[in-house]
């Protein structure tokens, strides 16, 4: 890769400025879809609620509203017929994945309410609105719909219903290594869990209908206004520029608020037949039942070693569950982004994987935190652990042997993709020693004491951040000395508002305080890929920074005229510009004060993103276990993460980014159970009394380490970090408690009772 140049000097970069946002968050001020108001003039807004069914899979033999529309307060109540009349279409799967032998994609159509057939328990069937949330429930509950029962399918291994059987590697080069193999190792049926993902704000959406331009106007939860407008607009009908799309603050979202869903067109729908603003608001249980879900799948994977214990090959299969209907991303997770990490940070010279996406009744699959590659590398990670065991070795011996080495870099793997700049043995063997793992068996020994099982497990990952680079970034020079910020990605949590400030004001040589950002308006930002993938760093900040020089060769010719000198003259600092030799000078704020009326706006820079926007974060998570043989209650005792994540550009932000994932990944390995009854296809684990999260005495105090290697594919050095956490921590986790046990393999979640019952087999 060519050397990139260097990033101009940048003092903020690397400081752990408070977030700007969290005053207004913390003190009530926050801008959440609940907190807007349609126009006045337009009146309140009308409430909707979606009438689901009770059933995991029927035929719909009877839909009768009668009794519904004659409660007070009702104004309409939609039925997929009443929608299609209205030209509402079918919802579109953008990562459609063709079969290896080259059969088409198969998905079941899916519309914004149920046509003749549900396929899962909350699966929309009619949309009731009224004057108030109250008469709107009153109706929905006197919805009559008669469905004839079909036997549902919640176990993916069940299913026949097959998406797509997909394949990638060598698959010719991966058999002849596993030929030649000294030995063998495999692991079959490894379970990554289904997860309800929670989020703290559940989804909610407002539409009504510009009076001023008769377009109509979306404010509902994204990553990335953008995509959502072209998802819903064609379920529509309508072209992109009729449909604007808003976004605020958003209180959590992990994946699974990026793409569209049956509500928001419904809305939409409503308020252009009716004139007027329509909302809807998920409840906790309907989120549960209806929101995409995360992970689900089922893997069977061998490695191939020579008689050294060096790895000649991985061999793969894979069952996803897409889940009732394939949702906009959710078979492009389950199978590329699969793959996209399969070879892990290991010297794999061949590898080939089957991944097959099956449909079952059960709510659909998306992107959740990582989007495929958690899946992977946790299988990975607990084969390696098992070959190394099987070899009666050292894991961590076995890992060291196997590791690329930071001098084969750049290294490309065996399914193509290269990784640019990491050191995967150092950060390992950093890991190993600040965890003191020459006292563990002192430590085991206390808490044999202490009547317990201690277990001492390894983790490693890397991420290779993904994303849409469809972003156009730009910086503004207002006319009150303040810098706005336009960016096509969207907050929901990560600190955008502090991140990007730092970055522009650093440059500036400005406060932080004079730089916004603005998110979340279709209408007002050109374009944007949104957010996903860990790119907001290498993406939207790379894209910002390039905005920002832009707008200060815009400044410079501007200050030149104002100085009546000549723009090569002109040296900038400290927020100003001043001609060399001199102690003449304007700054921003007098610049763009006085700019003449025809020159307002002009002041400003833009740019694209162009270049490589894949990085390499990675790192090591040491974690140890106490179990109780009593109970098989598990309690993480340690947590010791080392990371590469680049240049931080807020060192405070992109730990805590690091923390929210350690805990999302934490409660995948020991509590979150997502459980459907394989008869009649009803979740059971539907409320946060039957769904168990992580809580913060679940945790321990995490050790953090970095271990930083700045990138060379983009000048900022930064590489992705929101993702990190939950890929890395699930394996280091499982490993630890496989250790305890003295067992090869234990699937998540290690729940109490599952402990228990391994103990006592």
Not at 37 to 47: E, I
Not at 401 to 417: I, Q
Not at 731 to 749: K, S
């Amino acid at each position: 890769m060519p050397d990139t140049p260097a990033a101009p000097t940048n003092v903020y970069i690397g400081r752990s400025a408070p977030r700007v946002e969290d005053r207004r968050l913390l003190t009530g001020a926050g801008r959440f879809v609940e907190d807007v108001r349609p126009p006045r003039a337009l009146g309140p807004a009308l409430a909707a609620v979606v009438v689901r069914s009770p059933v995991a899979h029927g035929r719909i033999s009877a839909l009768d509203l009668e009794e519904a529309r004659a409660v007070d307060g009702v104004v309409k109540i939609y039925s997929a017929e009443e929608l299609a009349a209205l030209g509402v279409q079918e919802m579109p799967c953008l990562t459609r994945i063709e079969s290896a032998d080259g059969a088409p994609f198969h998905a079941p159509p899916r519309y914004p309410l149920a046509r003749e057939t549900v396929r899962f328990v909350g699966d929309p069937v009619a949309f009731v609105v009224a004057e108030s949330e109250a008469a709107a429930q009153e109706a929905a509950e006197a919805v009559f719909v008669d469905i004839d029962d079909l036997d549902p399918v919640v176990d993916p291994k069940a299913s026949e219903e097959i998406g797509y059987v997909w394949e990638d590697g060598d698959r010719a080069a991966t058999d002849a290594a596993f030929q030649q193999a000294a030995q063998v190792v495999s692991l079959s049926d490894v379970v990554n869990n289904r997860v309800v993902i929670t989020p703290i704000e559940t989804r909610s959406a407002l539409a009504w209908v510009d009076p001023a331009d008769g377009g109509a106007v979306l404010t509902t939860q994204t990553q990335g206004v953008h995509f959502v407008r072209r998802t819903v607009a064609g379920t529509l009908g309508l072209p992109e520029d009729g449909l604007r799309v808003v976004t605020q603050d958003v209180g959590g979202s992990f994946g699974m608020k990026l793409m569209n869903y049956p509500e928001q067109t419904l809305v939409v729908a409503a308020a252009r037949d009716l004139g007027r603003p329509v909302r809807w608001v998920s409840g906790r249980t309907e989120a549960f039942l209806t929101d995409a879900h995360g992970r689900d799948q089922i893997s069977d994977a061998e490695l191939a070693l020579d008689a050294q214990g060096k790895i000649l090959a991985l061999r793969c299969r894979t069952l996803g569950n897409i889940g009732a209907y394939a949702s906009a991303l959710g078979p492009g997770v389950l199978s590329k982004g699969f793959a996209k990490t399969l070879g892990h940070c290991y010297r794999v010279p061949a590898l080939h994987l089957t991944a097959t996406g099956v449909y079952t009744n059960t709510a659909p699959t998306d992107a959740y935190r990582g989007a495929g590659k958690p899946e992977s590398e946790y299988l990975v990670e607990r084969l390696v652990e098992a070959a190394a065991r099987r070899r009666g070795e050292d894991p961590v011996s076995f890992r060291r042997r196997n590791l690329v080495t930071a001098d084969e870099h750049p290294y490309k793997a065996a399914n193509g993709f290269t990784y640019d700049s990491a050191d995967f043995p150092a950060v390992m063997e950093k890991a190993v020693e600040v965890s003191d793992r020459a006292g563990f068996a002192a430590r085991r020994a206390e808490s044999e004491a202490r009547g317990l099982m201690r277990g001492w497990g390894i983790g490693l990952y890397l991420h290779l951040t993904g994303g849409d680079p469809a972003e156009t970034s730009e910086v503004i020079l207002e006319a009150d000395g303040t810098v706005t910020v336009l960016t096509g990605v969207q907050a929901s949590g990560q600190g955008h508002e502090t991140a990007f400030a730092q970055l522009v004001a650093g440059r500036l040589e400005i406060g932080i305080e004079r730089v916004r950002v603005v998110e979340g308006d279709s209408a007002r930002i050109a374009r944007g890929g949104g957010t996903g993938g860990s790119s907001s760093l290498p993406i939207a900040a790379t894209t910002i920074a390039r905005a920002t020089e832009s707008m200060l060769d815009a400044a410079r010719e501007l200050a030149a005229e104002a100085l009546e000198a000549a723009a090569g003259d002109l040296e900038y600092g400290a927020g100003r510009f001043t001609i060399k030799g001199t102690d003449r000078t304007i700054d921003l704020a007098q610049l763009a004060a006085q700019l003449p009326e025809e020159k307002a706006g002009q002041c400003a820079g833009l740019a694209d993103a162009e270049g490589e926007f894949q990085t390499v974060p990675h790192g090591a998570y040491v974690a140890e276990v106490d179990l109780d043989p009593e109970t098989g209650v598990v309690t993480l005792d340690r947590l010791v993460c080392v990371d590469d994540l680049g240049v931080r550009l807020n060192p405070m932000i992109a730990e805590g980014q690091l923390h929210g994932g350690l805990a999302q990944g934490i409660g995948q390995a020991l509590c979150e159970r997502t459980v459907y009854d394989p008869d009649s296809g009803q979740m059971l684990s539907a409320s946060l009394m039957d769904y168990c999260l992580p809580r913060a005495d679940d945790l321990p105090a995490f050790e953090m380490h970095a271990a930083d290697i700045p990138t060379a594919a983009n000048p900022l050095g930064m590489k992705g970090a929101g993702e990190v956490g939950c890929i890395g921590v699930p394996a280091a986790v499982i490993n630890a408690v496989c250790d305890a046990l003295d067992v090869e393999h234990l699937d998540m979640p290690a729940t109490p009772e599952r402990v228990w019952r391994a103990l006592r087999d």
